[in-house]
């Protein structure tokens, strides 16, 4: 069975300055990987995903990650963070061919002016 | 596109008492999936269709619990008789079949039972 593991609970980020937010996974294969963002009552949204091919991917709002096989992670980007970026943070595996995700506990993030 | 839909949004109610979340997927989505999401154990998943056929209710955590999908386009989650500890927010997602396709969420349904 696969799983997740986001080891920050918490990151607070000056706004402006970059962010990266860490993303852990364990799975015999290649994944598929997702990074979802939660606002203040609302459901989740899908900012990026990865299944093959190019390790590097873009996601919507000036997102990015990178898939590194060797370190099984799928680490989050933003060169340069807004304030409408606080929110929390979720990262996602599945396995090929997948019926189901399993969901990280999730990434808090608070931006400072 | 109308996105997964909801309700009720908010559901208060008194421990005993019957509860009834609804769910409409994304037309021509054929999977449909239940989540609970509690500050402790975060995302769980209860239990997930397939073209209406329940496929994996193992993460339904009682017998209190039950979903049903009549049809392509509704689910209900019922829990009987509620209890405090299954306040949290209810999430119900779709996607379009296999191949790696991402969930698509609804805004979900907090429930609280006194």
């Known amino acids: 069975a696969q799983s997740v593991t986001q080891p920050d609970i918490h990151i607070t980020v000056s706004e402006g300055a970059s962010l990266e937010l860490r993303c852990n996974y364990s799975?015999?294969?290649?994944?598929?990987l997702f990074w979802y963002v939660q606002s203040p009552g609302q459901g989740l949204q899908l900012l990026l995903k990865?299944?093959?091919?190019?390790?590097l991917v873009q996601g919507i709002k000036g997102f990015e990650a990178e898939f590194k096989r060797s370190q099984s992670s799928f680490n989050l980007r933003k060169p340069s963070v807004h304030w409408s970026d606080a929110a929390e943070y979720f990262c996602a595996v599945g396995a090929q061919g997948y019926s189901t995700l399993t969901f990280g506990k999730g990434t808090m993030l608070l931006v400072s002016p | 596109d109308a996105g997964v839909i909801q309700s009720p949004r908010h559901e208060v109610t008194e421990m005993g008492q019957e509860v009834t979340l609804r769910c409409k997927p994304i037309s021509g989505h054929n999977s449909l999936f239940w989540y609970r999401q509690t500050m402790m154990r975060g995302l769980e998943l209860l239990i997930y269709f397939n073209n209406n056929v329940p496929i994996d209710d193992s993460g339904m955590p009682e017998d209190r619990f039950s979903a049903k999908m009549p049809n392509a386009s509704f689910s209900t989650l019922k829990i009987q008789p509620s209890e405090p500890r299954d306040s949290a927010v209810y999430f119900c997602a779709s996607r379009p079949g296999q191949g790696g396709s991402p969930l698509h969420f609804g805004n979900g349904t907090r429930l609280t039972v006194t």
């Open positions: 990865y299944f093959s091919g190019d390790t």
């Open positions: 799975y015999g294969a290649t994944p598929y």
